[in-house]
């Protein structure tokens, strides 16, 4: 029998859901995914069809700070990374493709930039 690699990602929160107050923004080079960073820490990512609508794909957790900077970390388009950093040092690497945090660092120090 063959492994399975279904990966369901699950989000629980109490009576209500998070807020998402945009703090940081990207568009990706496809121009049909979009990235926002919120002050409450999360990440979201949203598909933009082209007649222009914009869904929310996914919904990401990994920082305990508003999200300062936003940057794309790959050229390919078939693997697609970005770097969050957050007010509080926090620098997390995320594969766009499945919302995997693939790695994450707190740093002594703040990002107010990355390019």
């Not at 990401?60 to 790959?74: Q, R």
Request: glycine content about 6%.
């Amino acid at each position: 029998m063959s492994g399975n690699n279904l990966v369901l990602p699950i989000v629980l929160w109490g009576r209500t859901a998070p807020t998402h107050c945009i703090s940081s923004l990207l568009v990706m080079d496809d121009f049909s995914t979009i990235i926002t960073g919120c002050h409450d820490g999360q990440i979201c990512l949203w598909d933009m069809t082209p007649e222009l609508q914009i869904c929310p794909r996914a919904m990401l957790f990994g920082h305990t700070a508003s999200i300062t900077c936003l940057s794309k970390a790959s050229v390919s388009s078939d693997k697609q990374y970005i770097v969050s950093a957050s007010e509080s040092g926090e620098m997390c690497l995320w594969d766009v493709n499945d919302g995997r945090c693939i790695e994450f660092t707190k740093l002594a120090c703040a990002h107010t930039g990355i390019q």
